[in-house]
């Protein structure tokens, strides 16, 4: 009998420091989220906690690390290895919106409705993120009835305020999707993402003020954050109101994420900077380079019609 307790005692310590061990995983990724690039922040992850039975969070915490830095194939791995050992609802939903990242569509569709089957407090969290994934399918009949079923939690969650934005955003309402952002910004004021659409969505209703300060608010809180960077030079660069254009500012932005990474985004973007310092002829070099190894054909035709203008000295205005 005395036997029997000592083992139950062991178990339930066991089990408890299984919960704090879980925890130093995903905190300790949290942590590493502001670091120069993901080579470096990997590399202190690995040095720092180990991998051990609890490996399903090892593997969790990494993919969060390259999710951050915006490695999706690489957190797709990761999450998919953390799912092998052990099926848990927020790591298909961390996978889910991986698989968004990179456009596959069906694949993130099919982790959000794993959410949804295993239950617990992100299921209408969930819901929406499939309304997302059903919204890029084409399949709108089944992304309305997903945001119904969102919208019917009670409960303020600022990460189901930002999926409802982001939904308003890509069905282009977006005042109602600024309601939601706003809500998530007040709940959460040192989320870098949260400021990073709230600017777009200030930029798509033309407060290019706004949009900056947001913009700038982002890359504050996260030095890394290359989306935002891309989108602040941009306004730099093509802005249609002319006070807020500033082609050194463009230029001094674009190139850093250029240097960084030459994708074709990038390329687009350090052109765009050029054509507004009055250099057109490195603007369509730089180009014309890009499309020379873009193997996305509809990106190659936007790149021709940027260099055309180029070409004939002008810049490229929009909202």
């Known amino acids: ?7 139950l005692i062991c178990m339930v310590i066991l089990a408890a420091c299984a919960a704090d061990n879980s925890a130093v995983y995903l905190e300790t990724a949290a942590q590493l989220k502001n670091m120069p690039d993901a080579v470096s922040a990997v590399k202190k992850y690995e040095s720092t906690v180990r991998k051990s039975v609890h490996s399903h ?9 390259y999710f951050a830095y915006g490695e999706y194939g690489n957190a797709v791995n990761d999450y998919t290895a953390s799912l092998r050992n052990k099926e848990e609802a927020d790591v298909h939903l961390k996978r889910g919106r991986a698989y968004m990242k990179l456009g596959f569509y069906p694949d993130a569709a099919y982790d959000f409705t794993s959410v949804i089957q295993l239950g617990g407090d992100k299921v209408y969290l ?5 309304a997302k994934a059903y919204i890029e399918l084409g399949k709108y009949k089944e992304a309305l009835k997903d945001i119904d079923k969102a919208r019917s939690h009670t409960e303020i969650s600022a990460e ?24 998530a910004v007040t709940a959460h004021p040192d989320d870098a993402s949260l400021y990073f659409l709230r600017g777009k969505l200030f930029y ?26 891309r989108e602040l030079a941009m306004v730099y660069a093509t802005c249609p109101v ?12 674009a190139q850093e994420l250029y240097t960084a990474d030459a994708t074709s985004d990038n390329a687009v973007t350090l052109a765009a900077a050029y054509a507004e310092t009055g250099d057109f ?21 936007d790149m021709r019609v ?9 810049t490229i205005n929009s909202w």
Do not use: H, W
Not at 57 to 65: M, N, P, T, V
Not at 306 to 314: D, G, I, L, P, S
């Open 281 to 301: 002829e490195k603007a369509a070099e730089i180009l014309k380079k890009a499309a020379e190894s873009e193997k996305d054909f509809v990106k190659q035709d």
């Open 57 to 65: 969070f090892y593997y969790e915490g990494r993919g969060d690390l």
């Open 242 to 253: 002319s006070i807020y254009r500033d082609g050194a500012k463009a230029v001094e932005l």
């Open 1 to 7: 009998m005395l036997r029997k307790g000592f083992l």
């Open 126 to 130: 969930a819901y929406a993120e499939r």
């Open 204 to 229: 798509k209703t033309r407060d290019a003020n706004q949009a900056v300060a947001d913009y700038r608010k982002a890359i504050e809180l996260k030095t890394s954050y290359t989306e935002a960077k």
């Open 160 to 183: 189901l305020d930002k999926s409802m934005a982001e939904i308003y955003y890509k069905t282009a309402d977006y005042n109602m999707a600024k309601v939601y952002a706003q809500r």
């Open 306 to 314: 940027y260099m055309k203008a180029y070409e004939e000295k002008r």
